[in-house]
């Protein structure tokens, strides 16, 4: 069992800059994989960035690249998604998620903290 838990989201005008935290209860190695994903108001949760926690790989969907920065942090067992130049559409809850395991995986999500972004 792992809890997460994120802050950092909030209010923020359309180009301007916001950095999420998410962290974890368990040592982050023993994590396979962090996330953080989103859910906009009427629509689908959604893959935002990933990243490795042994290889620091990371992986971003088309709409967030070059804008967002997904890091982490071992010995805090804390990953961060540092988001630049907002956009209105942006706008959604950000959860972020570990998925521990090796050959099955479980995933665990934390609460979510809304980011707004407005024109």
């Known amino acids: 069992q792992v809890q997460l838990v994120e802050s950092g989201g909030g209010l923020v005008q359309a180009g301007g800059s916001l950095k999420l935290s998410c962290t974890a209860s368990?040592?982050?190695?023993?994590?396979?994989?962090m996330g953080w994903h989103r859910q906009a108001p009427g629509k689908q949760r959604e893959l935002v960035a990933r990243?490795?926690?042994?290889?620091?790989?990371?992986d971003y969907t088309d709409s967030v690249k070059g804008r967002f920065t997904i890091s982490r942090d071992n010995g805090k067992n804390t990953v961060y998604l540092q988001m630049n130049s907002l956009k209105p559409e942006d706008t959604a809850v950000y959860y972020c998620?570990?998925?521990?395991?090796?050959?099955?995986?479980?995933?665990?999500w934390g609460k979510g903290t809304l980011v707004t972004v407005y024109s």
């Open positions: 990243i490795t926690t042994r290889d620091g790989l990371t």
């Open positions: 998620n570990a998925d521990l395991g090796t050959v099955v995986f479980v995933r665990y």
């Open positions: 368990a040592n982050i190695t023993s994590i396979a994989a």
